[in-house]
T-cell receptor, first 112, second 116 residues
Framework: KAGVTQTPRYLIKTRGQQVTLSCSPI?????VSWYQQTPGQGLQFLFE???????NKGNFPGRFSGRQFSNSRSEMNVSTLELGDSALYLC???????????FGPGTRLTVL | AQSVAQPEDQVNVAEGNPLTVKCTYS??????LFWYVQYPNRGLQFLLK??????LVKGSYGFEAEFNKSQTSFHLKKPSALVSDSALYFC??????????????FGAGTTVTVRA
């Protein structure tokens, strides 16, 4: 079974731009979560989607948004990028009734 | 809210020696606890989980973890460490604001270095 895939793997943007990251969960998994990983703040929860609905949201500004499609693929968008948005963005999926999340390799975003 | 703490930023051990990575938790209700490992420039890999049952949980790559309710701890262990175990280890707890929601809260991480 293929794992969680994320595209692109690396991204360089400048301040003020916007960016869209994509995540394809493990086949059959309907829950998709996003996390931000930085050296200073560690791993922080962004949001979780299930059946195209956001079920949970972390403490991030409204510039961070996401959505999920009917095939469970998810995208997250960051608008008006700031230097502090530079991070590794991780996507994870969970199967129905399961407890563990499986993570993708991440997208490394650098904001200049 | 549920939370976990990893009291050690770094753990250094010699190859062949036992490895322990510490984690303590603070939860209301029954804890759902996890260990993940991250290698450089990679995502997180699931190692093991404790939901209920035996206090000693066995996982991938020879790792195990001991759940201790009285000490609110969930330490990761490996009897004989390998150089290839050098990585960043995260303890996590599942937040359960609503039963079907899914959100993990992570510790700060512990860097493990195994020297040859």
């Amino acid at each position: 079974k293929a794992g969680v895939t994320q595209t692109p793997r690396y991204l360089i943007k400048t301040r003020g731009q916007q960016v869209t990251l994509s995540c394809s969960p493990i086949s059959g998994h309907r829950s998709v979560s996003w996390y931000q990983q930085t050296p200073g703040q560690g791993l922080q929860f962004l949001f979780e989607y299930f059946s195209e609905t956001q079920r949970n949201k972390g403490n991030f500004p409204g510039r961070f948004s996401g959505r999920q499609f009917s095939n469970s693929r998810s995208e997250m968008n960051v608008s008006t990028l700031e230097l502090g948005d530079s991070a590794l963005y991780l996507c994870a999926s969970t199967g129905q009734g399961a407890n563990e999340q499986f993570f993708g390799p991440g997208t490394r975003l650098t904001v200049l | 809210a549920q939370s976990v703490a990893q009291p050690e930023d770094q753990v250094n051990v010699a190859e062949g020696n036992p490895l322990t990575v510490k984690c303590t938790y603070s939860v209301s209700g029954n804890p759902y606890l996890f260990w993940y490992v991250q290698y450089p420039n990679r995502g997180l890999q699931f190692l093991l989980k404790y939901i209920t049952g035996d206090n000693l949980v066995k996982g991938s790559y020879g790792f195990e973890a001991e759940f201790n309710k009285s000490q609110t701890s969930f330490h990761l262990k490996k009897p004989s460490a390998l150089v290839s175990d050098s990585a960043l280890y995260f303890c996590a707890v599942r937040d359960l604001p609503r039963p079907n929601d899914y959100k993990l809260s992570f510790g700060a991480g512990t860097t493990v270095t195994v020297r040859a």
